[in-house]
């Protein structure tokens, strides 16, 4: 019988075994070193928050995977011989495979700063680096994050949540503006500081300092500022995890290197999720690295057509993500770049609590409709898929928002004050509702 | 365009370190103490030294536990900003089946054992609410009275601090208004007035085969012989379990009921509100649920079957049948397991126990809510992260992961529509929605 291995029990290697089964008889091996069950990375926030436990994030029950046949292995691989389609675990046991899987994830980026590995120091990505974080919370009271991304605001989250008090130093003017336009990047920024979080905005770090015990115990910034800390949060995104592929055949680059097919160099072994870098097919065009969890699980439903006989090009579809900055929600559909490309206009709403907005991009030529950031609302996917794929232009999409709408019901209804500060921009259309939604304004 | 103002716009900056910390503030201490006090008055009461000044007891115990309760909870607004607060769930040690919740636990059951079987042992609390009965009832209190009593302000209160948790979803605060009013008005006042009246004590908001006795032949003549008012009430029970239970399930599933009016669903809400998560998740329990919701209803129609059909032989063919089954129904049904266990257990099962595993009504709510309603739960295209939070605040340990993360709809016969794992979910995925009722199982 065939063999599939998969290194990494990651969204991306678990998705890949689970669409093979449903396809395929073969034999499925999933090795991981993190932990023996697949559990859900985007949780571990909420297990140090307490509002879970690592039971309850794993979404399938234990029983589930010798049911489906899918069979575990709890070790860590050391190498691969791609000449013997063969394994080698750090406990020197050899496991053969005919196809094989790098789905490894990624790890936290360190830039070598100095004392960036003083104990007290830590990234956020696996859940050894939440049992760390336990560890080094004990007594701490304030925490510095250097980078500002998704990361970093959920371990601000979570430290807040245990009364340490967190103060970000980001590169940034506005908190995670290298990807938000400026006005999204404001209401964060505004939340997160309203919260009682600190924001060091334009501001690099230069130095983590240790104190007697050898811990860390201060930060120095570019402006010569020391700030005291017990714990610093290494946040600024992450990098494929590959150490032990790059001595391989398999050809990597920073990430793995996959083509659109996510195969690699080598025939019989595939790449999935965050350790991938996806090769350019038209030249002068940047290889790309994808590192979500949607396209973890795009990668893996695709490959496993692929491993089932039945080729197929990883295309991925409309943009879309989503994120949850505290207590804001926010969703993107489509592509909304941080400052607008040439001949593209901004459209921005925002609620006078400050806590809810909307920011389409459109063409000025035509308003087609190009990508839509919101924020404390919720939007529905596939209408804005549609609407994508139609081509809707922006006056569509504002006199039907109603029909897009995801929000728990009874909750207050925006369309009217968005479309009446369109039309007051933009005198030379009014644009009416045409989907009007019931409404209680009591409280 | 507005100015990119990075000035906080409110309060919540000046005490920020309050999330998460521990530390009481003068007005949490002060409600504490009152509570203190209160619990330490109600166990002198139970020694009968109160029985010469009720009144003045009343206001020691209830008005003081009270009182403290709503002190402890209101400052709460201010303390940190709106949002979902689940913040130590599993570190609590009442809320996360350690010590303090097998304490608690035992209180409650303990007071069930008390209230159902050896009620002589509650007589200085009785005598307690001697002085509102009169007032409101017109007569002397008994111990089902009490249970009323505290019931209802445990909802009530208890639902002020809901209220004030979940205040940034309009869903939760509507439903938990309306759970509040319907225990305090059609599950307490109510029923007194009507005594006051001399009319059979009645409760609108309970219905066969929930309050299963009000379709036996013998409720049914005591409430047609005491005149207009008692047809009608024979009626409107009749009338609420055949005509509206499927109307009203088809356009709004079971939650019109389960979430919004019923009285344990009003606990579970508002006092089991922060037993949610303790709710078994897994498969095997689903097994479970569905074999013991289903062989309870049809234990309940079997009974009252055989009690109609004794009634109209004038007890000539079954002779004994029928009343042993109704005896065993109420014993085993109507107070071990609603009561005792349904209740006594919040702290180890979670909240709806009893509405998960036990209650007709919900068993034949929940074949209407599967079979022919325009309910579900939508899930938003392919968002899911697979975090968990939704089938972790599930209090009917529904796996909602499991549906999400599929991108299908959720249509469950035990979902109760109470709203949380929309609330708790931090990607906006899920929907309560009354749609279509033919395309409702999968949106993709």
Request: charged share 20%; glycine share 10%; with cysteine.
């Amino acid at each position: 019988m065939e063999h599939l291995v998969i290194i990494g029990n990651g969204i991306a290697g678990v998705t890949t075994a689970r669409y093979v089964r449903k396809k395929s008889d073969m034999k499925i091996t999933i090795i991981s070193s993190e932990t023996k069950y697949f559990f859900s990375r985007t949780a571990l926030m909420y297990i140090f928050m307490g509002h879970m436990k690592y039971e309850n994030t794993k979404p399938y029950e234990d029983w589930f995977w010798e049911k489906n046949r899918i069979d575990l292995i709890f070790g860590k691989v050391n190498s691969i011989d791609t000449d013997k389609n063969s394994l080698k675990l750090d406990d020197g046991k050899n496991i053969n495979y005919d196809k094989l899987v790098i789905a490894t994830g990624s790890v936290s980026n360190k830039f070598g700063w100095p004392g960036q590995d003083l104990p007290g120091v830590q990234g956020l990505y696996s859940i050894q680096d939440l049992e760390l974080l336990e560890k080094n919370v004990k007594d701490a009271k304030s925490a510095i994050i250097i980078g500002g991304g998704l990361i970093g605001i959920e371990l601000a989250e979570m430290l807040h949540s245990r009364g340490i008090h967190v103060t970000f130093v980001i590169r940034e003017k506005l908190f995670w503006d290298n990807i938000l336009p400026k006005e999204d990047a404001a209401l964060v920024s505004r939340h997160i500081i309203e919260q009682g979080i600190d924001i060091k905005f334009e501001t690099n770090l230069k130095e983590i300092v240790a104190g007697d015990d050898g811990r860390v115990k201060s930060i120095l910034t570019d402006k010569d500022e020391e700030i005291k800390c017990e714990i610093v949060g290494l946040t600024p995104g992450v990098s494929p995890n590959i150490g032990f592929i790059k001595d391989s055949k398999v050809e990597t680059n920073r990430g793995v290197l996959v083509n659109d097919f996510l195969e690699t160099n080598i025939p019989n072994i595939f790449a999935v999720g965050d350790c991938i870098e996806i090769k350019a097919d038209v030249e002068g065009e940047r290889n790309r690295f994808e590192q979500l969890w949607y396209t973890g699980r795009m990668h893996g439903e695709v490959l496993a057509k692929t491993i089932c006989g039945n080729r197929t090009k990883y295309e991925r579809g409309i943009w879309f993500n989503s994120a949850k900055f505290l207590d804001i929600e926010y969703q993107t559909y489509g592509f909304v770049r941080n400052t607008p490309r040439e001949g593209e206009k901004i459209f921005y709403w925002v609620h006078d609590s400050g806590k809810k907005s909307l920011l389409i991009v459109f063409n000025e030529t035509g308003f087609s409709f190009v990508g839509l950031n919101v924020f404390g609302i919720r939007l529905r996917h596939k209408v804005f898929e549609r609407w994508i794929e139609e081509n809707k232009s922006i006056h569509y999409i504002l006199e039907n928002l109603g029909e897009a709408n995801f929000d728990p019901e009874f909750f207050d209804k925006h369309e009217e004050e968005i479309i009446e500060k369109f039309n007051f921009e933009n005198p030379q259309n009014q644009l009416k509702l045409k989907t009007k939604r019931f409404s209680i304004r009591i409280l | 365009m507005k100015q990119l103002d990075l000035q906080p716009l409110n309060i919540y900056t000046q005490n920020h370190n309050k999330n998460g910390n521990n530390n009481l503030g003068f007005i949490e201490k002060l409600g504490l103490t009152l509570v203190g006090v209160g619990s330490l008055a109600f166990i002198i009461s139970l020694t009968g030294f109160s029985n010469n000044n009720p009144l003045l007891f009343f206001f020691l115990t209830f008005g003081s536990v009270s009182l403290g309760a709503l002190i402890y909870f209101i400052p709460k607004i201010s303390d940190s900003p709106a949002g979902v607060k689940n913040n130590g769930m599993f570190f609590n040690s009442f809320t996360s089946r350690k010590a303090g919740a097998w304490l608690l636990g035992i209180v409650i059951t303990g007071f069930y054992v008390l209230l159902y079987w050896y009620s002589s042992t509650l007589q200085g609390w009785i005598k307690l609410v001697d002085p509102l009965s009169n007032w409101l009832r017109g007569t002397k209190a008994d111990q089902w009275f009490l249970y009323g009593t505290f019931y209802t302000l445990a909802v009530l209160i208890m639902g002020v601090r809901v209220l004030i948790n979940k205040r940034h979803n309009k869903y939760q605060i509507f439903r938990t208004l309306s759970v509040m009013f319907f225990q305090l008005g059609f599950a307490f006042l109510i029923p007194a007035i009507l005594l006051r009246l001399n009319q059979p004590e009645f409760y609108f908001s309970y219905f066969w085969p929930l309050k299963y006795h009000y379709l036996f032949p013998g409720s049914v003549s005591y409430l047609t012989k005491s005149g207009g008012l008692g047809y009608f009430m024979a009626f409107w029970g009749a009338g609420m379990t055949f005509i509206a239970t499927p109307i009203l399930s088809y356009f709004f599933g079971k939650r019109w009921y389960c979430s919004w009016v019923c009285g344990c669903g009003a606990l579970a809400e508002t006092a089991g509100d922060t037993f949610r998560h303790l709710s078994d998740k897994s498969l095997n329990a689903w097994k479970i649920e569905r074999w013991m919701i289903y062989s309870i209803l049809v234990f309940i129609v079997v009974t009252t079957i055989l009690v109609w059909i004794n009634s109209y032989y004038k007890g000539e063919i079954l002779g004994n049948l029928s009343m042993s089954f109704s005896k065993t129904y109420g014993f085993l049904i109507g107070a071990m397991f609603s009561g005792v266990i349904g209740v006594g257990f919040y702290p180890i099962m979670g909240s709806r126990v009893w509405c998960r595993f036990g209650c007709p009504m919900a068993a034949i709510l929940g074949l209407f809510q599967r079979t022919k309603s325009k309910f579900r739960i939508t899930t938003n295209g392919d968002q899911c992260i697979s975090c968990g939070n939704c089938s972790t605040y599930c209090e009917m340990g529904i796996d909602v992961r499991s549906y999400a993360q599929r991108g299908e709809n959720i249509v469950r016969a035990s979902c109760v529509g109470c709203g949380v794992c929309s609330e708790v979910c931090p990607r906006g995925v899920l929907k309560l929605e009354n749609n279509s009722a033919e395309i409702r199982f999968n949106n993709k």
